[in-house]
């Protein structure tokens, strides 16, 4: 049985990963991961990547379970299923528009608490009210319903990792920083090399003067790796973004060239990337290469029209250019 959602979208490479991954199926007791790429609405410049069973056999005993974010999983580990990895993307347009993601939250809310009374003690239903709540900007719900959850979990669920995330976004956002990296370290006990909570670190490091600790978690982030899991997460986070901040972090403690070389390799991968021309810009306005620091001005305008002090910048560098 192969599972798509309405608002999913399949390209003709993926469709061509897909025909050669049918065509080589046999009665094997194996299911499939693949990856689902959230398109970001308009508030957000990134998507995120959601890994799902897709494929899985056609057998009695595997069915779904839960109301809302329904899984197969559970059926398949009970049932011996191998879970196998697979490169295949599928693109996930349904959160594009904003205004309809808050009322798809609340629908999933309503449900997940019909499910809360028939299983209070669920640690996936307590995850996924965390992730909802957290969502819709209710912290103290969020922050209760993911303890609960981590207390009912094993740490080999796949849902731990972002069980620590989930706690360490809702206390920052409630200023308790100290709370945040302390949910952050418990969480890298288990897993040392796990991308959002690397990223969370080196982010609120940053946010809190401490640059070196930053640039630490930054660098294992951009430099590490972690095998195959289920999981949900921003995209780019091991390349794009994490450059983007780790260049950022080398910028506020003066090496220019390390900062630059990060940005550059964002550029080489994200042509787009507004945060690495800006840092680009920047570098090259410090060491006063204006011309550069103009070419740099004037790509980040043509990409982002009304980004804030661009084009104050882009006055001084041509200044500076006229002398």
């Known amino acids: 049985i192969f599972w798509v959602d309405a608002d999913d979208r399949i390209d003709e490479e993926n469709r061509a990963r897909l025909k050669a991954l049918f065509a080589g199926l046999g009665r094997e007791n194996r299911a499939y991961v693949m990856q689902c790429f959230c398109v970001p609405d308009g508030q957000s410049s990134t998507g995120t990547l959601v890994t799902h069973v897709q494929l899985f056999p056609n057998r009695k005993e595997y ?68 992730m909802t709540t957290l969502d819709l900007g209710r912290l103290d719900a969020a922050v209760g319903y993911a303890r609960k959850s981590l207390a009912l979990s094993d740490v080999r669920d796949s849902i731990v990792r972002k069980l620590y995330a989930m706690l360490a976004q809702a206390q920052w956002a409630q200023g308790e920083a100290r709370a945040a990296l302390g949910e952050i370290a418990a969480g890298r006990q288990h897993y040392p090399d796990d991308e959002e909570l690397l990223w969370l670190e080196g982010r609120y490091r940053e946010a809190v003067g401490d640059l070196g600790g930053a640039e630490a978690a930054l660098r294992r982030l951009v430099e590490g790796s972690e095998g195959d899991h289920l999981g949900s997460t921003a995209a780019g986070l091991r390349t794009i973004r994490g450059r983007e901040a780790l260049g950022g972090v080398c910028f506020r403690q003066g090496r220019l060239a390390e900062a630059e070389q990060q940005w550059g390799k964002v550029i080489g991968a994200a042509p787009t990337s507004v945060p690495a021309w800006w840092g680009l810009a920047n570098v090259a306005t410090a060491e006063r290469r204006w011309a550069d620091a103009e070419r740099a001005l004037l790509r980040l305008l043509e990409l982002a029209p009304d980004h804030a002090g661009a084009r104050a910048n882009l006055a001084v560098v041509r200044g500076e250019l006229g002398r």
Do not use: M, S
């Open 63 to 130: 069915r779904w379970e839960h109301r809302v974010h329904e899984q197969i999983l559970p059926a398949l580990r009970r049932g011996g299923a191998e879970v196998v990895h697979t490169d295949v993307v599928i693109r996930h347009v349904g959160y594009v528009d904003a205004a309809l993601r808050r009322k798809k939250l609340e629908r999933d809310l309503r449900l997940l608490r019909l499910e809360e009374a028939e299983q209070p003690e669920h640690p996936f239903t307590l995850f996924n009210l965390a």
